[in-house]
């Protein structure tokens, strides 16, 4: 059954922007200069309590009337998504950051194809098709070097924990996709307040440091890339059929890049600017129903090879 057209535009809108606020968190990790165990926990802590007040501004903060199945999914879908940061960061002191956003943007794929297997969802070629258009323009815009790829066991460490986080990720949306007894907004705060307990056994408090505003840094990332982006990320989930989610999830590489030019001077190239446009081609392409395969009509071509 097609998505109810009015939902799926706010679904559209939702993720848009947590997507665009998911692009700053490179800028406020590196800021804060803090142990990716310790960003993770006090991301959850901080997220988590910004997440209360949200829901006591909605009236959202019973948790009367979820199902015990929701309970479970709820639980295995906040451990796949806290890991998923905690292997992410881990990466990025591994790795270059090229080539973790490459590897962990492996996820569209995972959504868009078991979203399809698991959910039935229309996969045609065309939504494929600009998938991997969009793919090949977040190549060009992280100036991947497939060269780069033979490398040493401390580098296939960061690869493996890049791919980790991926799957991790493409775990926790799929599973969010199944709660029906639970809105975004509890789900975020559960899986928040899940990652606090999970991660608390790891936080190293002596090696936290506070100068420079480093807590400045953790607070907008608690608040607002926690709080509100997984409010707006999960009732986006929960409207949008998955290969919707799969293509819009590559505005976030593009929003890494602006904030890279905002806080550091980093500038495109060309190459960098083609990658922007196939993005963006991408996403349109999908969400409006544009065909970029030719149309093929074998019945036609039999008749004409008969005639």
């Not at 799926?8 to 997507?19: D, K, P, T």
């Not at 080539?99 to 969802?121: C, D, N, Q, R, W």
């Not at 975020?188 to 506070?210: D, I, K, N």
């Not at 990658?275 to 395969?293: D, E, K, Q, S």
């Amino acid at each position: 059954m097609p998505p109810d057209k009015h939902s799926f535009r706010i679904g559209v809108v939702q993720l848009i922007s947590a997507m665009c606020i998911a692009g700053t968190i490179g800028v406020l990790v590196v800021e804060s200069g803090q142990l990716p165990t310790n960003i993770v926990f006090f991301r959850c802590l901080i997220g988590a309590l910004s997440l209360i007040l949200i829901s006591l501004v909605t009236g959202d903060l019973s948790l009367r009337g979820i199902t015990r199945k929701d309970w479970i999914l709820i639980g295995i879908g906040g451990a796949c998504l806290v890991y998923n940061w905690l292997f992410l960061f881990m990466s990025y002191q591994t790795i270059s950051l090229s080539l973790g956003t490459v590897v962990y943007h492996i996820k569209p794929f995972v959504i868009m194809l078991v979203g399809a297997f698991l959910f039935s969802e229309r996969l045609t070629g065309h939504s494929i098709a600009w998938t991997v258009l969009a793919f090949i323009g977040m190549l060009l815009v992280v100036e991947i070097s497939f060269d780069s790829l033979h490398m040493e066991a401390s580098k296939a460490l960061g690869i493996l924990y890049a791919l980790i986080a991926a799957l991790m990720y493409s775990a926790s949306t799929l599973i969010v996709k199944y709660v029906r007894s639970a809105s975004g907004i509890k789900i975020a705060l559960l899986q928040t307040s899940l990652g606090v307990v999970l991660l608390l056994p790891f936080t190293q408090l002596s090696e936290l440091t506070l100068g420079e505003g480093a807590w400045i840094f953790l607070l907008i990332l608690g608040v607002v890339n926690t709080g509100v982006m997984y409010s707006l990320n999960y009732s986006a989930y929960q409207r949008l059929p998955s290969y919707s989610i799969a293509v819009l999830s590559f505005i976030y590489p593009i929003v890494t890049i602006v904030t890279d030019y905002i806080f550091y001077g980093f500038l495109f190239n060309w190459v960098q600017l083609i990658g922007v446009v196939l993005i963006f081609a991408a996403t349109l392409g999908v969400n409006l129903g544009w065909r970029i395969l030719p149309k093929l009509s074998f019945r036609k071509t039999i008749n004409d090879r008969s005639t």
